[in-house]
């Protein structure tokens, strides 16, 4: 067994999936440390993100395993995978290209609480519409 699987088998035994086989995965763009999005990992999406390179996550509404960008073409790839001291949230440095929001915009945090109102404070980058074309 090479020193990387050896290494991806104990991060893989530190890790609290929950109930549903499921870990919280905060994505951040290792450049800047701005945060991207958070979404879900199954053990086999940090199986093929540590494999890889290429970020996947597992889609709790659609019930399936998805690489990042794999429909959009906005991809991440892995820089570094950190777990916290419960092991039950997972932070991955990216390298994100294009936008990480499948509303178009850089980032899934773009409403915030401002003068009491929930306003938008980051504007579409990328129409959604063409982020999914076939």
Not at 34 to 56: F, I, P, Q, S, Y
Not at 70 to 82: A, I, N, R, W, Y
Not at 114 to 121: A, H, K, N, S, T
Request: net charge negative; proline share 1%; glycine share 8%.
């Amino acid at each position: 067994m090479s020193g990387a699987i050896a290494g991806a088998s104990k991060l893989l035994e530190a890790i609290a999936f929950d109930g549903n086989g499921l870990v919280t995965a905060v994505a951040q763009q290792a450049e800047t440390g701005e945060v991207l999005m958070v979404a879900w990992m199954n053990r086999e999406a940090v199986e093929k993100t540590l494999a890889t390179g290429d970020v996947h996550y597992w889609s709790r509404s659609r019930k399936q395993l998805w690489r990042k960008g794999e429909t959009s073409g906005q991809t991440q790839k892995l820089v570094d995978f950190h777990l916290d001291c419960d092991g039950d949230t997972v932070l991955l440095t990216v390298d994100q290209k294009g936008v990480a929001c499948h509303t178009g915009r850089r980032q899934c945090f773009f409403r915030a609480l401002r003068r009491g109102e929930l306003e938008i404070v980051e504007d579409v980058l990328v129409d959604p519409e063409k982020l999914y074309e076939s």
